[in-house]
């Protein structure tokens, strides 16, 4: 099984600022099978990213995600107001599925 | 618009047995694979199992794996995850999944708004 591990645990930033997420895999994620959710209070999780760097539908181009191998970055280019929440990687390259633990980016 | 409604979760005694259901709608519910993906009160997320747009393959985590039954009726938009012999470490809500392929593909582009499952006596 794949453990992703992501840090920090808690980034705590402005509106406007640049936040950079990381998520580091136990082993290779096979094709680069590595996709980035988005989760707030209450609400279900919303893709994000798949294959490490493409965005899904409707995801502003804000969100960028980039990465191979074991090593992936999810970049918030400058942050909204709604884009703070907990953000959380999973690789689908080898089944089990797995999920990072998140990382929650807070208002400071 | 792709749709995804949950339902069946409630209080259960351990050891006991549930059904979830989840209503799909706005797509072609028999090309997409589907699955279960579960978040314990405060934790991360969890995959459960998958299915594959025919019904004919299936997957499981470990954790899972001889408790709970994945199936899908393409007839009906339907998909359900028949939970056994419940534990108190099954307490989440479990949310349905659309895979984008209809084979098992493990990512997730739309997730239903979860339905809450409790394991207590």
């Known amino acids: 099984e794949i453990v992703l591990t992501q840090s920090p645990g808690t980034l705590s930033l402005s509106p406007g600022e640049r936040a950079t997420l990381s998520c580091r895999a136990s082993q290779s994620v096979s094709n680069g099978y590595l996709a980035w959710y988005q989760q707030k209070p209450g609400q279900a999780p919303r893709l994000l990213i798949y294959?490490?760097?493409s965005r899904a539908t409707g995801i502003p181009d804000r969100f960028s995600g980039s990465g191979s191998g074991t090593d992936f970055t999810l970049t918030i280019s400058r942050l909204e107001p709604e884009d703070f929440a907990v953000y959380y990687c999973q690789q689908y390259g080898s089944s089990p599925w797995t999920f990072g633990q998140g990382t929650k980016v807070e208002i400071k | 618009e792709v749709e995804l409604l949950e339902s069946g979760g409630g209080l259960v005694q351990p050891g006991g047995s549930l059904r979830l259901s989840c209503a799909a709608s706005?797509?072609?519910?028999?090309?997409?694979?589907m699955s279960w993906v579960r978040q314990a009160a405060g934790r991360g997320l969890e995959w459960v199992t998958s299915?594959?747009?025919?019904?004919?393959?299936?997957s499981y985590a470990d954790s899972v794996k001889g408790r709970f039954t994945i199936s899908r009726d393409n007839s009906k938009n339907t998909l359900y995850l028949q939970m056994s012999t419940l534990r108190a470490e099954d307490t989440a809500v479990y949310y349905c999944?659309?895979?984008?392929?209809?084979?098992?593909?493990?990512?997730?582009?739309?997730w239903g708004q979860g339905t809450l499952v409790t394991v207590s006596s």
């Open positions: 999944a659309r895979d984008p392929r209809e084979y098992i593909y493990g990512r997730f582009d739309y």
């Open positions: 706005g797509f072609t519910f028999s090309t997409s694979a």
């Open positions: 294959g490490a760097s």
């Open positions: 299915i594959s747009g025919s019904g004919g393959s299936t």
